[in-house]
């Protein structure tokens, strides 16, 4: 037997507890733990390889994301795992280029079309949702938590929104997943009323930073995954010949 660690040589390496390699070895997220003559459990450097990369590729994606990838390559559905990973660089490219797109938009003074869609000073919830690209519940929530308000139409009694409103909502909507905390929102949105360009530019410099942290590990996580996915081949590649 090539280099060989126990399960608690294996925890401490990764700085885990047995527990959680047990929890990753019943989802079936690495090989399957071979056990010595006298029935003794231990890992080989595979496993601490598969171990290394779904660690890494927890920190860099969703955690059902890198359960679902480590899961694929069980499977030996390795190509469909690499498309999955694919999916997701694509969705932090497109969210970099939605930051960049709203601070564009800020900064532009006529804002009677977005998108080569009409902006008018009374749209439905439905309509500000479409121009957004949010569902409507998530503007009722932002609604419920102070970040934007709705007016009432006199003539019909419908709530709409103006203008400022949605451009409000269009800047939630880019910023939700990298500005977490609902008085840092109501911070940015009151910059946004006063036209403070310079904290809003803060903000928006921020979040493209947490979007490169998270580019940065999610390379880190790719990295090691395809590390693994060698390592891998090589060892069936040795089974096969001997």
Same mark, same amino acid.
Request: charged share 25%; glycine share 4%; proline share 3%.
């Given at each position: 037997?090539?280099?060989?660690?126990?399960?608690?040589?294996?925890?401490?390496?990764?700085?885990?507890?047995?527990?959680?390699?047990?929890?990753?070895?019943?989802?079936?997220? #690495? $090989?399957?733990? &071979?056990?010595?003559?006298?029935?003794?459990? %231990?890992?080989? $450097? #595979?496993?601490?390889?598969?171990? +290394?990369?779904?660690?890494?590729?927890?920190?860099?994606?969703?955690?059902? +994301?890198? %359960?679902?990838?480590?899961?694929?390559?069980?499977?030996?559905?390795?190509?469909?795992?690499?498309?999955?990973?694919? !999916?997701?660089?694509?969705?932090?490219?497109?969210?970099?280029?939605?930051?960049?797109? #709203?601070?564009?938009?800020?900064?532009?003074?006529?804002? @009677?079309?977005?998108?080569?869609? &009409?902006?008018?000073?009374?749209?439905?919830?439905?309509? !500000?949702?479409?121009?957004?690209? #949010?569902? $409507?519940?998530?503007?009722?929530?932002?609604?419920?938590?102070?970040?934007?308000?709705?007016?009432?139409?006199?003539?019909?009694?419908?709530? +709409?929104?103006?203008?400022? /409103?949605?451009?409000?909502?269009?800047?939630?909507?880019?910023?939700?997943?990298? !500005?977490?905390?609902?008085?840092?929102?109501?911070?940015?949105?009151?910059?946004? /009323?006063?036209?403070?360009?310079?904290?809003?530019?803060?903000?928006?410099?921020? @979040?493209?930073?947490?979007?490169?942290?998270?580019?940065?590990?999610?390379?880190?996580?790719?990295?090691?995954?395809?590390?693994?996915?060698?390592?891998?081949?090589?060892?069936?590649?040795?089974?096969?010949?001997?």
């Amino acid at each position: 037997m090539n280099t060989a660690f126990t399960p608690k040589q294996m925890a401490e390496r990764l700085r885990v507890s047995t527990t959680t390699l047990r929890r990753y070895e019943r989802l079936d997220l #690495v $090989p399957d733990v &071979p056990r010595t003559a006298g029935n003794r459990r %231990y890992y080989t $450097p #595979v496993h601490l390889q598969a171990f +290394v990369a779904l660690r890494s590729l927890i920190k860099g994606f969703e955690l059902p +994301v890198a %359960y679902e990838v480590m899961s694929l390559l069980q499977q030996g559905r390795v190509e469909q795992a690499l498309w999955m990973i694919n !999916v997701q660089q694509h969705d932090i490219q497109a969210e970099k280029q939605r930051i960049e797109e #709203v601070m564009r938009l800020i900064h532009r003074t006529d804002f @009677a079309m977005y998108r080569n869609i &009409p902006v008018t000073e009374e749209m439905k919830i439905g309509e !500000v949702a479409a121009i957004a690209g #949010v569902n $409507p519940s998530a503007i009722r929530h932002w609604e419920k938590e102070g970040l934007v308000r709705a007016k009432r139409n006199p003539d019909n009694g419908y709530r +709409v929104f103006t203008s400022r /409103e949605l451009k409000k909502i269009i800047v939630l909507s880019s910023l939700r997943k990298t !500005v977490f905390f609902i008085e840092s929102m109501k911070q940015l949105l009151e910059a946004l /009323e006063t036209h403070d360009l310079t904290t809003i530019e803060r903000s928006f410099t921020t @979040a493209l930073q947490k979007l490169n942290e998270q580019l940065e590990k999610q390379m880190n996580g790719i990295s090691e995954m395809m590390r693994y996915i060698q390592l891998s081949k090589k060892e069936e590649t040795a089974r096969t010949i001997t």
